[in-house]
């Protein structure tokens, strides 16, 4: 369903990419409905039920699918299945784009100590997308909020 609410600000993805990146800020030219905080704790087993709605909105293309799989990352085959489930989505520009989004936000929440244990997987993950270091490896990744 279209909405005009966000979950995720292109004036974010503005300020605080390349810091957290290493990559110029990329014009997001596509969006979608999303969750804006999909992970396995928002998850119910069968039936499946998606949780905590109260950050839906607007958000890239692949955004949601990209955090479900970085929060996986610790679950080698449980991320290999996410990648394989969902590349239709992730294996496209678009979709990259929103999955980089998405690590650059965990990035952001591992550098306030949130999730340390995520940290050298998403630096791990985002150099494999792009094949540039990442400035959040160096422990520096302070950015504003969203």
Do not use: C, K
Request: hydrophobic share 40%.
């Amino acid at each position: 369903m279209p909405t005009e609410r966000q979950a995720v600000r292109q004036q974010w993805i503005d300020r605080n990419f390349t810091h957290l990146l290493g990559l110029p800020a990329p014009t997001i030219t596509s969006w979608t409905t999303g969750h804006g905080d999909l992970h396995w704790g928002n998850l119910t087993p069968e039936p499946l039920v998606i949780l905590d709605w109260e950050g839906w909105g607007r958000a890239p293309t692949g955004y949601d699918v990209g955090l479900l799989h970085a929060y996986t990352l610790p679950q080698p085959a449980t991320a290999a299945r996410i990648r394989s489930e969902f590349a239709h989505i992730l294996d496209t520009p678009a979709g990259r784009i929103g999955e980089l989004v998405a690590l650059a936000q965990l990035l952001q929440v591992t550098g306030r100590g949130t999730h340390p244990e995520l940290a050298p997987r998403l630096v791990r993950r985002a150099q494999q997308l792009t094949g540039t270091p990442v400035p959040a490896a160096t422990g520096t990744a302070r950015a504003t909020d969203r």
